[in-house]
């Protein structure tokens, strides 16, 4: 059952200090036209694309930064048929649990999450619900939870029920927002109507995880948003979000991580 309730999360119980690390995790792959990924893009070239997460490790508790697939769904052939494969669509993930794998080989307790922060609401992003604990913080723009709820985002690439069904606590966040000292969420709709990237300041550089505000470096090199947007009419939204990520990217100290890269170095190791 959710519970939907307004209001910033920073300083919330169960995290304290700054973030100190990031570990990047990949948890699937996904076939993509590289015109998906990038405006004016080759529509038969495809991409083999990791589904990301990033955990951000304070020092006393940690962040979860979206969350790969639901592999319970995945796993079920009924499932699987109805929101994983069609067309030329197919989830590919690893044997066994590559979320569940990674909190623990970074020496992390589920007990010590302190949130779950989603990018959007699309299904290759909101699957790791399924291991967060009862109760857990779980933060959106409240632009996307109303896009959710208005049923748009359902006929494809939503599996409501990844959200809506999970025992959580739906934080609503109206724009760029703080959630915790050295976490910023930032507003970079366009892909969805409410999708959003991360700000992290880290002892010795800053990361923005652009998530799918830019799928691929080359949307940032190019200034080029992906090649779709899930609301027809929201192109200059993801034009003005990925002009807001390359302005960052330009900055000295700042990385900018593109959330679906196959080449880009953090996902690779
Ligand atoms: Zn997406």
Do not use: K
């Not at 910033?8 to 990031?22: F, I, N, S």
């Not at 409410?194 to 200034?223: I, K, M, W, Y």
């Amino acid at each position: 059952m959710e519970h939907v309730v307004d209001g910033t999360v920073a300083g919330g119980p169960g995290l304290a200090g700054r973030p100190r690390r990031l570990v990047p995790l990949v948890l699937g792959w996904e076939p993509i036209p590289e015109s998906i990924s990038l405006r004016g893009g080759d529509p038969s070239r495809f991409l083999l694309e990791p589904v990301t997460a990033v955990v951000v490790v304070f020092d006393h508790g940690w962040v979860l930064v979206d969350g790969g697939f639901n592999l319970d769904r995945v796993r079920d052939p009924e499932a699987r048929a109805a929101h994983y494969e069609y067309e030329s669509y197919t989830a590919v993930v690893p044997p066994g649990d590559a979320l569940a794998g990674g909190v623990a080989a970074a020496g992390l307790a589920w007990e010590d999450l302190a949130l779950c922060a989603l990018s959007h609401v699309h299904l290759d992003h909101t699957g790791g619900l399924r291991l967060v604990p009862a109760g857990t913080p779980v933060t959106m723009q409240r632009r996307e939870w109303d896009w959710l709820r208005s049923g748009i985002g359902r006929r494809e690439t939503v599996v409501v029920d990844d959200v809506l069904g999970a025992d959580v606590r739906v934080l609503l966040l109206d724009g760029d927002t703080e959630l915790a000292p050295g976490l910023t969420a930032l507003d970079t709709r366009g892909h969805t109507p409410g999708h959003q990237s991360f700000r992290v300041d880290l002892p010795d550089r800053t990361v923005v995880l652009a998530c799918d505000a830019a799928d691929l470096e080359r949307n940032l090199t190019e200034r080029t948003p992906c090649g779709w947007v899930g609301v027809s009419g929201d192109e200059a939204d993801a034009q003005r979000s990925i002009d807001r990520l390359a302005d960052l990217a330009d900055e000295p100290g700042t990385e900018v991580w593109p959330g679906h890269d196959p080449e880009w170095g953090p996902w690779r190791r």
